[in-house]
């Protein structure tokens, strides 16, 4: 139900003073009317809202608008953090005689409200899928464009999926309204594509979707890996739940939750917090302090969604347009639908720093827009994510990131630690090729990247640029756990364009196919980095041009499986590095040994020996002697000091729990 933030406004209790006004709020209510309470209040004193401990479901989304007036410090205790949730609490369950429990939502019946994601006791519920682990992979793929349009991609097609019929069998005996509202997820190379099934032959193994027709760079063919959910016979699994079309919610309850009902919410609205200024009135000086934020939807248009790098378009939690001095501090984003935060058009000096994201469908922070601003547009700009743990993300939309800069220059992404996704961590950019950017002077230093891809999606960097860049820095990251599920798990990548960044005093290992990789690019520096442990090569290149792409000096390379270097390699230069292959045998640069690799001109300074780490094996590349690495100019960095910052409490919390450390660890045999 809509509310009106202008009434009301004396049911807060206010206490004015010369330094502040603060108000108490304990229901969803108060908090709406002390939004109301700071607008016509020019040149007022900051106003503090104190939000009690408790569960607040919100009605609406809490909008902030340009007719604010005066400072304004959301706050909650900083031990007893209240939850803003945007869902709804799910009650009157029964146990069926299966022994799982069961609820009717009237609202499926009355208003057609489908939720897509669930919360029992505190943790992300599994939508009935088949199969219940892994996916099933496409044997073929053909399509029928019924109108392509002007663009690149047809504008209307129908594709028909082909798999083994043996697969398809539980979809046997579904009447076509609920054959429709079976959804099929396909995962291929860096994205993902949802559908709703239009009509599906079992026996055949052939079911169909409609929508724009595939790209042609990033199409569904044969191997595509893909899964079905939301439909009766897909619930065989503990933790798993299914919405019936006569409203009937049945939930399957893992061990330990058959004998006492469970607690449940249902996301309801797509956003918590919503900060929408104009360019006339921008908001202003905002302060979200010591809360927590839940249960944001994400609701599947009939069309579905279709494939989008980092999930571009997919809002978030927290949106913000024409928002400036705007601060996330101490705060926790949790089971969302969507993205957590998106500092998204002409918000400038906004802060997010030292809140735990986590348990995200989407991906974590979004700075800019993804939209090409037109010539001389004031952009997103001078924003700080810092000090901040982003764990388990992509869990709806796996091609989503950590932290995302789109048209955006002047950000900086400090002290984080970024972790269990299924894409890249950090992405810098949104232009591909030499086209201006407005991706520029952007950096990303000292942040901890780690145990990404989990062999779901290809084509993916801990740390992704693209386009020109000059004044970018990637530097003092910690980056490790890359695994694609086919090509592309990278460390640092340069994509399409990437120019005029220097990425340095980087620390690099365990990733499947290269601690390096420039897809092309021109101008680009990488230097005083330790590259380690690659599976498949150690640095690779992707297009020859004709002008430098990149200098690469200074560095360490160690290694003893896979090739040194791999790929097209056009104009660099290479010089005063260190490679040392730990399995014993002769370097081969390109084919090349190293006598013809010097006499190509490259590496005429650069070192064939043990750099004398301590323990390398085991991931410690502290140096036992300078004495090598001083030959090559190397200068010894200290890498603990990459990830979260502060109490030994945040910086315990930011460790991935060990059961996904070595599950994780599993992919490599």
């Known amino acids: 139900m809509k509310r009106n933030l202008l009434i009301l406004i004396a049911a807060c209790s206010v206490v004015a003073g010369s330094a502040q006004r603060r108000v108490e709020c304990s229901s969803a209510d108060d908090i709406v009317r002390a939004v109301a309470q700071a607008r016509g209040s020019v040149g007022a004193d900051t106003l503090f809202v104190h939000i009690k401990p408790g569960t607040y479901c919100l009605q609406e989304p809490l909008v902030i608008t340009g007719e604010q007036s005066c400072p304004i410090v959301f706050e909650g205790d900083a031990n007893d953090k209240p939850l803003l949730s945007a869902g709804k609490r799910i009650g009157g369950w029964a146990k069926t005689k299966e022994g799982w429990w069961q609820t009717h939502l009237t609202e499926t019946v009355r208003y057609g409200w489908r939720p897509e994601q669930l919360y029992v006791n505190g943790r992300r519920a599994t939508r009935a899928r088949t199969p219940d682990e892994g996916f099933y992979t496409v044997k073929a793929v053909s399509e029928d464009i019924h109108h392509r349009g002007e663009g690149r991609v047809p504008h209307y097609a129908t594709q028909a999926i082909e798999a083994d019929p043996a697969l398809l069998a539980p979809l046997k005996g579904l009447a076509q309204p609920e054959m429709e509202q079976v959804v099929a997820r396909f995962y291929h190379k860096w994205d993902n594509t949802t559908k709703f099934l239009q009509y599906a032959l079992p026996d055949s193994g052939r079911f169909y979707i409609t929508g724009r027709g595939m790209m042609s760079w990033n199409d569904l063919r044969q191997g595509t890996q893909f899964c079905l959910e939301n439909y009766r016979a897909a619930l065989n699994a503990p933790g798993e739940w299914f919405l019936a079309l006569d409203g009937t919610l049945t939930y399957i309850p893992l061990p330990g939750e058959a004998d006492r009902e469970p607690e449940v919410f249902a996301p309801v609205l797509e956003q918590a917090i919503i900060l929408r200024g104009t360019p006339e009135h921008p908001v202003g000086d905002v302060s979200f302090r010591n809360l927590r934020i839940q249960h944001t939807a994400n609701y599947t248009p009939r069309n579905g969604t279709e494939p989008q790098q980092v999930a571009c378009q997919l809002d978030a939690a927290v949106m913000m347009d024409y928002a400036d001095r705007i601060a996330l501090e101490d ?339």
């Not at 949104?430 to 942040?447: E, I, K, L, Q, R």
């Not at 101008?523 to 430098?548: C, G, M």
């Not at 006499?599 to 390398?616: E, I, K, M, T, Y």
């Not at 599950?663 to 045999?669: I, N, Q």
């Open 331 to 669: 705060c926790e984003i949790e089971h969302t639908g969507n993205y957590a935060v998106w500092i998204r058009s002409h918000c400038h000096d906004n802060r997010v720093q030292r809140c735990f994201i986590h348990d995200i469908g989407g991906g974590g922070i979004k700075l800019g827009d993804y939209a090409m601003p037109a010539e001389g547009e004031d952009v997103t700009r001078g924003n700080l994510v810092e000090n901040c743990i982003l764990r388990h993300l992509g869990l709806s939309f796996p091609c989503s990131g950590g932290v995302i800069i789109f048209h955006s220059p002047y950000n900086h992404v400090l002290h984080n630690d970024i972790c269990d996704l299924r894409y890249t961590g950090v992405s810098v950019g949104w232009v591909w090729g030499y086209t201006p950017s407005m991706a520029h002077h952007n950096d990303v230093g000292f942040n901890h990247i780690h145990h990404i891809g989990w062999g779901v999606l290809s084509d993916m960097g801990a740390v992704y640029t693209l386009g020109l860049s000059p004044g970018t820095r990637i530097h003092d990251n910690v980056v490790h756990d890359v695994w694609s599920y086919d090509y592309g798990g990278w460390g640092l990548y340069t994509d399409e364009g990437s120019s005029g960044i220097v990425l340095e005093n980087n620390l690099v290992y365990n990733t499947k196919c290269g601690g390096f990789h420039q897809h092309y690019g021109r101008e680009n520096v990488v230097r005083n980095n330790i590259f380690a442990w690659a599976w498949l090569q150690q640095l690779q290149a992707s297009r020859k041009e004709d002008h430098r792409s990149f200098t690469f000096e200074h560095n360490i390379v160690i290694f003893d499986r896979g090739e040194l270097l791999s790929g097209q390699w056009g104009q660099f230069l290479m010089d005063h590095n260190l490679y040392y292959d730990a399995s014993g045998r002769p370097l081969s640069f390109l084919g090349a040994s190293l006598d013809e690799w010097h006499s190509q001109g490259h590496d005429q300074h650069s070192l064939v020996r043990d750099p004398l780490f301590r323990d390398a094996r085991h991931y410690d590349f502290r140096l036992r002697s300078e004495k090598a690495v001083r030959r090559i100019g190397f200068r010894p960095f200290d890498y603990s000091r990459a990830g979260v910052e502060g109490p030994d409490e945040w910086k315990q919390r930011a460790k991935m729990p060990q059961a996904l450390v070595d599950e994780f660890a599993r992919l490599y045999k």
